[in-house]
């Protein structure tokens, strides 16, 4: 007898998978609130939120001289109008965030269920409950989790057979909008078209029109000026006044060498575990036309495979192919791995678990060199334990009394660095990690092979998933856990109160408070220098004043004007020393220290300055 038949024959109650589903849609509901209050604001998210109220109060257009748009408009509208009826600050800006988190998550697993069955979706809400970091992404208020939740919806509503033709009307709708949120997505609608063309023939034009009219309408709105957003497109001929031609240098520009964009790359693997590892996998093990299930699920499954790798592609040129932001490539991947696990959900029913010895020693050799990766990615983890430990003095390859650490042997034998190091010992250690999880695997196929329709190297493949998904929290390390024990969001707000009772309504404020201009949100009325929201990466060095801001950019000769004409200045702590000379006591007068700082990090209390 089968000896897993007994699993087989289980009559499990048809809500059960449901019901697992469920558990996971709260586990990541309660994670993400936790992130929402504990999780330091950044830049973007200041960015997203301070420019929304803004536009949405109609004190600047989106694209006006002085404020930079360099996102879609409906990256910066939402999240204003949400604070305009909610309330402007932190608080709503990450509750909203948490809202499209949770519907992304909701929205996957809608799609999973139709085209992967129960226990396929379930496993897909899974995949984001179990993923600290991510969840994390999600939870601030910034585009990630906006995308996320356009995407899944659209997918939703368009994937699989007999879709009504409003799903088909309501799919397109959202597929636009995705690209007016943030305009990387701009691949998604066409491929969309062509697939619902292809799989729901001519009922898809309400879809194309769809899509088309709310990309139209949004670009009339703000035309010309919106075109400044396409620069990137190649073999498009943008007008004179759309393309920032006032010269300057920008100051940021970080050396990064190739260590370092591996590091990025074995980061993203790391904390996309399932989207990344699945794509691949799903591409070795792509069966001929006659192995699918169905047609319906070949074109779903080209049409995911073509989204994902494509989007990519051209997210991996933008982070790890450049200088500016290596190390953006985890959270850009978060806008469209949804679509990379629904790939997996859509196709591991049709995979060719019988592969060719080439294609399982190719499986093998690419996971154990991800194993490796994973495990160098998370040195800044596991680096110092490892070269901690006790090693056995040696000489002439005799065993001398006594130990040494393995830091010791590293250092004097090789002279390598501490961060060096510890990057070696980590990706060794994943790279044995990764051949005893393959010899273990190896000793359980052969005792349940008969059973099985597998080839070690497919059912190897498996073991790492079903590993990788349930120790995914600690695959997550460090990476995963709170920023903070308090309450960022309960502190903005206190610092919020604490500059309403000093600085009056129409008083003009220059900004040095740090990354997140979040703490504006709380000061209505206030004129500030919108060039400054986008702190030092906004900053070129000379050029011309007036293009620099006709482009929401600054330099030094506008800083210099700014400093002479302020009112108030608020300045992070941490960045007080760079200040004081200028801060001459007969010239200005100090209040009050914020109670709290912006985060639980050192220096990032507020000091507030007033000119005489």
Same mark, same amino acid.
């Given at each position: 007898?089968?000896?897993?038949?007994?699993?087989?024959?289980?009559?499990?109650p048809?809500?059960?998978a449901?019901?697992?589903?469920?558990?996971g849609?709260?586990?990541?509901?309660i994670?993400?609130?936790v992130f929402?209050?504990?999780?330091?604001?950044?830049?973007d998210?200041?960015?997203?939120?301070?420019?929304?109220?803004?536009?949405?109060?109609?004190?600047y257009?989106?694209?006006?001289?002085?404020?930079?748009t360099?996102?879609?408009?409906?990256?910066?509208?939402i999240?204003g109008?949400?604070?305009?009826?909610?309330?402007?600050?932190?608080r709503t800006?990450?509750?909203?965030?948490?809202?499209?988190g949770v519907?992304?998550?909701l929205g996957?697993w809608?799609a999973?269920?139709?085209?992967?069955g129960?226990?396929?979706?379930?496993?897909?809400?899974?995949?984001?409950a179990?993923?600290?970091?991510?969840?994390?992404?999600?939870?601030?208020?910034?585009?990630q989790?906006t995308i996320?939740c356009?995407l899944? /919806?659209s997918?939703? $509503?368009? @994937?699989g057979e007999?879709? =009504? +033709?409003? #799903?088909?009307?309501?799919?397109?709708f959202?597929? %636009?909008?995705?690209?007016?949120?943030?305009?990387?997505?701009?691949?998604f609608l066409p491929?969309?078209?062509?697939?619902?063309?292809?799989q729901?023939?001519?009922?898809?034009?309400?879809?194309?029109?769809s899509?088309l009219?709310v990309?139209?309408?949004?670009?009339i709105?703000y /035309?010309?000026?919106? $075109?400044? @957003?396409?620069?990137?497109? =190649? +073999?498009i #001929?943008l007008?004179?006044?759309?393309?920032?031609? %006032?010269?300057?240098?920008?100051?940021?520009?970080p050396?990064?060498?190739?260590?370092?964009?591996?590091?990025?790359?074995f980061q993203?693997?790391?904390?996309?575990f399932?989207?990344l590892?699945?794509?691949?996998?799903?591409?070795?093990?792509?069966?001929k036309?006659?192995?699918?299930?169905s047609?319906?699920d070949?074109?779903?499954?080209?049409?995911? +495979?073509?989204?994902?790798?494509?989007?990519?592609?051209?997210?991996?040129?933008?982070?790890?192919?450049?200088?500016?932001?290596?190390?953006c490539?985890?959270?850009?991947?978060?806008f469209f791995?949804?679509?990379?696990i629904?790939?997996?959900?859509v196709?591991i029913?049709?995979?060719?678990?019988?592969?060719?010895?080439?294609?399982q020693?190719?499986?093998?050799?690419i996971?154990?060199?991800?194993?490796a990766?994973?495990?160098?990615?998370?040195?800044?983890?596991?680096g110092n334990?490892l070269?901690?430990?006790p090693a056995?003095?040696?000489?002439?390859?005799r065993?001398?009394p006594?130990?040494?650490?393995?830091?010791?042997?590293?250092?004097?034998?090789?002279?390598?660095?501490?961060n060096?190091?510890?990057?070696?010992a980590?990706?060794?250690f994943?790279f044995?990690?990764?051949?005893?999880?393959?010899?273990m695997?190896?000793m359980?196929?052969?005792?349940?092979?008969?059973d099985?329709p597998?080839?070690?190297?497919?059912?190897?493949?498996s073991?790492?998933?079903?590993?990788?998904?349930?120790?995914?929290?600690v695959l997550?390390?460090?990476?995963g856990a709170?920023?903070?024990?308090?309450?960022v969001?309960?502190?903005?707000e206190?610092?919020?109160?604490?500059?309403?009772?000093?600085?009056?309504?129409?008083?003009l404020?220059?900004?040095?408070?740090g990354?997140?201009?979040?703490?504006?949100?709380?000061l209505?009325?206030v004129r500030i220098?919108?060039?400054?929201i986008?702190?030092?990466?906004?900053?070129?060095?000379n050029g011309?004043?007036a293009?620099l801001?006709?482009?929401g950019?600054?330099?030094?000769?506008?800083?210099?004007?700014?400093?002479?004409?302020?009112?108030?200045?608020?300045i992070?702590d941490?960045?007080?020393?760079?200040?004081?000379?200028?801060?001459?006591p007969?010239?200005?007068?100090?209040?009050?220290?914020?109670p709290?700082g912006?985060?639980?990090?050192?220096?990032s209390?507020?000091?507030?300055?007033?000119?005489?």
């Amino acid at each position: 007898m089968n000896r897993f038949a007994i699993f087989h024959k289980q009559n499990w109650p048809v809500w059960t998978a449901d019901a697992v589903a469920l558990v996971g849609l709260v586990l990541y509901f309660i994670q993400s609130m936790v992130f929402a209050h504990t999780t330091v604001s950044n830049l973007d998210e200041g960015a997203y939120l301070l420019k929304g109220l803004l536009f949405a109060t109609g004190e600047y257009r989106p694209f006006d001289p002085g404020i930079s748009t360099n996102k879609a408009p409906l990256a910066f509208l939402i999240p204003g109008y949400v604070q305009l009826i909610f309330g402007p600050g932190l608080r709503t800006g990450r509750y909203l965030a948490v809202f499209f988190g949770v519907m992304a998550v909701l929205g996957t697993w809608v799609a999973a269920r139709r085209i992967g069955g129960k226990w396929l979706a379930a496993g897909a809400v899974w995949v984001f409950a179990s993923s600290p970091v991510i969840i994390k992404i999600y939870s601030g208020g910034a585009t990630q989790g906006t995308i996320a939740c356009l995407l899944a /919806w659209s997918l939703a $509503l368009s @994937l699989g057979e007999k879709r =009504p +033709l409003w #799903q088909l009307i309501l799919s397109g709708f959202l597929a %636009g909008l995705t690209m007016l949120v943030r305009q990387n997505m701009l691949p998604f609608l066409p491929l969309l078209v062509l697939y619902a063309f292809w799989q729901h023939g001519w009922k898809s034009i309400g879809l194309f029109l769809s899509g088309l009219t709310v990309v139209a309408v949004v670009h009339i709105m703000y /035309w010309p000026e919106i $075109l400044q @957003l396409w620069y990137w497109v =190649p +073999l498009i #001929q943008l007008p004179a006044q759309t393309v920032y031609s %006032g010269g300057g240098t920008i100051i940021w520009r970080p050396e990064i060498h190739l260590d370092s964009r591996m590091l990025s790359i074995f980061q993203a693997v790391r904390f996309h575990f399932i989207a990344l590892v699945g794509s691949i996998i799903s591409l070795l093990l792509w069966p001929k036309l006659s192995g699918w299930k169905s047609r319906a699920d070949f074109r779903a499954s080209l049409f995911l +495979l073509f989204l994902f790798w494509g989007l990519l592609y051209m997210h991996a040129m933008a982070s790890i192919g450049q200088d500016y932001c290596v190390f953006c490539f985890t959270p850009y991947i978060a806008f469209f791995n949804v679509a990379g696990i629904l790939l997996m959900v859509v196709s591991i029913k049709s995979w060719n678990w019988r592969p060719s010895i080439a294609v399982q020693t190719l499986l093998i050799i690419i996971l154990l060199v991800i194993i490796a990766g994973v495990g160098f990615s998370a040195f800044e983890d596991i680096g110092n334990p490892l070269l901690n430990l006790p090693a056995p003095r040696m000489r002439d390859l005799r065993i001398l009394p006594g130990f040494v650490t393995w830091w010791e042997i590293l250092s004097n034998r090789f002279h390598l660095s501490r961060n060096s190091a510890m990057r070696y010992a980590s990706a060794a250690f994943g790279f044995v990690v990764g051949v005893l999880i393959m010899l273990m695997g190896y000793m359980i196929w052969r005792l349940v092979r008969r059973d099985l329709p597998a080839k070690f190297g497919t059912f190897f493949a498996s073991m790492v998933f079903v590993l990788a998904l349930v120790i995914s929290p600690v695959l997550h390390g460090s990476m995963g856990a709170k920023d903070c024990a308090s309450d960022v969001i309960l502190a903005n707000e206190q610092i919020g109160d604490h500059l309403k009772g000093i600085i009056p309504q129409g008083s003009l404020v220059y900004w040095d408070g740090g990354l997140s201009a979040a703490p504006f949100l709380y000061l209505p009325g206030v004129r500030i220098f919108p060039p400054q929201i986008n702190s030092a990466y906004s900053f070129l060095s000379n050029g011309n004043t007036a293009e620099l801001f006709r482009f929401g950019l600054w330099n030094e000769e506008m800083d210099a004007e700014w400093k002479a004409t302020a009112d108030f200045f608020i300045i992070e702590d941490g960045r007080y020393d760079a200040w004081m000379e200028f801060f001459n006591p007969q010239q200005f007068d100090e209040f009050a220290r914020s109670p709290v700082g912006t985060s639980c990090l050192e220096g990032s209390s507020l000091r507030i300055f007033r000119r005489k």
